[in-house]
């Protein structure tokens, strides 16, 4: 083997893309007045490291095996071929014996490296040499996996698999290896993008103290290929349920076993409306029952299509009408409907009063009641999503406050705690407690002696305590947010090193309303390159805003996916000494965040500005 065949290529495709052509799909958006392609001139290779993940005119092809290629160039020529744009990759499957391109099953999962695959001839130790053949040792760093359901996790690890070739009429062709795709970082989010799926909450006897309990969508994120058919594969996608680990918490309207029907290529017309034709299965379901699934497609399919979805239209086998279900008619199933409208921003004042701002340009100003009156000093605070009740831990973090935001603070009455901590020390007692949607309040205790995560229905019945399997002897909640949702929790977590790692917890839901029962299930990392997080908050129906570093680095503020993929939203803007995060699930509001130099807000498309150089602990409802 020559030390050509030999060398390991990395570095996301840079080296690799040597074989692939790349041409733009669109020329106008690049050149005013193009007319068409041009047919001359030479074809440029380019490395993936130019593709950027918003790059949407750039399509990659791929190119056939070449006479003569020697093993490792197979390998590493059909690796190049998987990061095309072919949507059932012929062109890879030349590089495989007509035996195995059969039974390849590219979509069966996706293993995610940090860095594009090594090929080179497989270690003796991993595979012995044989007469008939030749193995190729495809190796990286593991950073996730993506599962045939197309669910994200962080999967840390060495990745070694080995590929075996033969010759078929004396070229090397790969006869065995793994099925599903391999593919670097830089490649993976040039070629998928996430998207959100929409299932309906499972909230147990808490769905009666909200309207349409039974109607709350909550977001369960997959990533899906950019331009292949996008709209008919989130359809799939959606038609095929729930991922793993949100699957015990949601459920589907759609019947068992509905898929679309065969030989669809959905899309939205120019008027909006999206018909999607469902097998034998999902043609049973009719009424409201069928309301409830247009509603989950429309959610699902706007976050994909390129039109405003107005309509969507299910129907069954030849074409018999289920339903059809305009955009308003289904208003009232919209995600994020217990978010609330985050009218104002609330923080604790230089007075360790609570205050609130509505406007920019306002000037904050105490809240009504008596939270606002400075009676008792605040440490942190949290208001209810309606905006008309608030929570605030004292000054020393020894108790909890409930008490309304409506009336005069000329002379109010707090009254006792709801919630009293018994820890001798400050940092060992209430965290800033959080509210979801259904009105109730959570909280922790980081007493050493009795560490607790509890809950306060209507945020004022006797607390009671939630169990968290998962959390292992001496770790502990540090601060936490509840979704508006009310089945997804972000903890942070200190570990037994001393350092926080942020934690997404399953709520579910049991019990009677008198006996209730409540449990967070199965905790994940959300941030799983950060060694230690210091703030979260939720920014969206399946993203948070996270502070905290990576190992020898400096602190970082960034969007995460909840399934721990990190978000394709702009970075953002650098800041300094931050230890309090607030973001608003209506994507619209500014960021907050509390900084060395008091609280800071970030609009959209602009830089950090100064709010107020007197509070601290900001806060949007929730």
């Known amino acids: 083997m020559s030390a050509a065949e030999g060398r390991t290529e990395r570095g996301g495709g840079a080296l690799r893309r040597r074989r692939a052509l790349v041409i733009l799909a669109a020329c106008g958006t690049l050149l005013a007045g193009c007319a068409s392609m041009p047919d001359g001139g030479n074809v440029k290779h380019v490395s993936s490291s130019h593709h950027a993940d918003g790059d949407s005119q750039v399509r990659v092809y791929s190119v056939s095996p070449q006479k003569g290629e020697a093993p490792a160039q197979i390998v590493r020529g059909f690796l190049e071929a998987t990061t095309s744009d072919e949507a059932t990759f012929p062109t890879a499957r030349e590089y495989l014996t007509r035996s195995l391109a059969r039974r390849w099953d590219p979509f069966a999962s996706t293993t995610v490296l940090s860095e594009g695959p090594s090929a080179a001839k497989a270690p003796r130790r991993i595979s012995p040499p044989t007469d008939d053949g030749y193995s190729v040792e495809v190796s990286g760093a593991r950073m996730a996996e993506v599962d045939s359901k197309h669910a994200y996790s962080p999967s840390k690890g060495d990745y070694s698999e080995v590929f075996h070739l033969t010759k078929v009429d004396g070229e090397w062709r790969i006869d065995e290896m793994p099925d599903g795709l391999v593919l670097g970082e830089s490649d993976f989010q040039r070629i998928y993008r996430p998207i959100n799926t929409y299932y309906y909450a499972q909230l147990g006897p808490d769905a009666d103290s909200i309207t349409d309990g039974q109607n709350v969508l909550v977001a369960d994120p997959v990533y899906l290929r950019r331009r292949i058919d996008p709209v008919t594969k989130t359809v799939s996608a959606l038609l095929q349920g729930p991922s793993g680990w949100i699957d015990p918490v ?16 959905l899309s939205v017309d120019d008027s909006g409306v999206l018909r999607v034709r469902l097998n034998a299965r999902g043609a049973t379901a009719g009424g409201k029952q069928c309301v409830r699934m247009a509603a989950q497609v429309l959610y699902t399919v706007q976050d994909q299509a390129s039109a405003k979805v107005g309509k969507v239209e299910l129907v069954g086998p030849k074409n018999r009408e289920l339903c059809a279900q305009t955009r308003e008619q289904v208003a009232a199933y919209q995600p994020g409907r217990l978010n609330g409208s985050a009218k104002k921003a609330y923080f604790v004042d230089e007075n360790h009063r609570v205050a609130a701002v509505q406007r920019k340009n306002e000037s904050p100003h105490p809240v009504e009641g008596p939270l ?251």
Do not use: C
């Open 372 to 622: 606002g009156s400075g009676k008792v000093e605040m440490g942190a605070v949290a208001v209810n999503r309606i905006e008309n009740e608030g929570a605030a831990v004292s000054r020393g973090r020894r108790g909890l406050y409930v008490a309304s935001l409506e009336g005069s603070s000329a002379a109010p009455t707090l009254g006792d705690p709801v919630l009293t901590s018994k820890a001798k020390h400050e940092n060992d007692r209430l965290t800033a407690p959080s509210w979801d949607g259904l009105g109730d309040l959570w909280v922790a205790d980081r007493d050493p002696d009795n560490p607790r995560l509890l809950r306060l229905r209507s945020g004022k019945e006797r607390p009671d305590e939630v169990r968290v399997p998962d959390l292992d002897k001496g770790e502990r909640i540090e601060s936490l947010r509840i979704s508006s949702d009310g089945v997804r929790i972000a903890l942070r977590v200190r570990e037994r090193d001393g350092q926080a790692s942020l934690q997404l917890g399953r709520v579910v839901r049991g019990g009677t309303v008198k006996k209730p029962r409540v449990t967070v299930e199965q905790l994940r990392p959300v941030a799983p390159q950060l060694v230690d997080v210091s703030a979260a908050s939720w920014a969206g129906g399946s993203r948070l805003v996270v502070v905290g570093r990576e190992s020898g680095s400096v602190q970082q503020l960034q969007y995460m996916e909840t399934d721990g993929s990190v978000s394709d939203q702009p970075t953002l803007p650098g800041i300094t000494d931050v230890t309090g995060v607030a973001a608003s699930e209506d994507e619209a509001k500014p960021l907050l965040a509390d900084s060395e130099d008091g609280i800071v807000r970030l609009p959209p498309d602009a830089n950090w500005k100064m709010l107020t150089e007197n509070g601290s602990a900001p806060a949007y409802p929730g």
């Open 250 to 265: 949601v459920n589907s309207s759609f019947p068992r076993g509905t898929r679309l029907a065969p030989g669809q290529h």
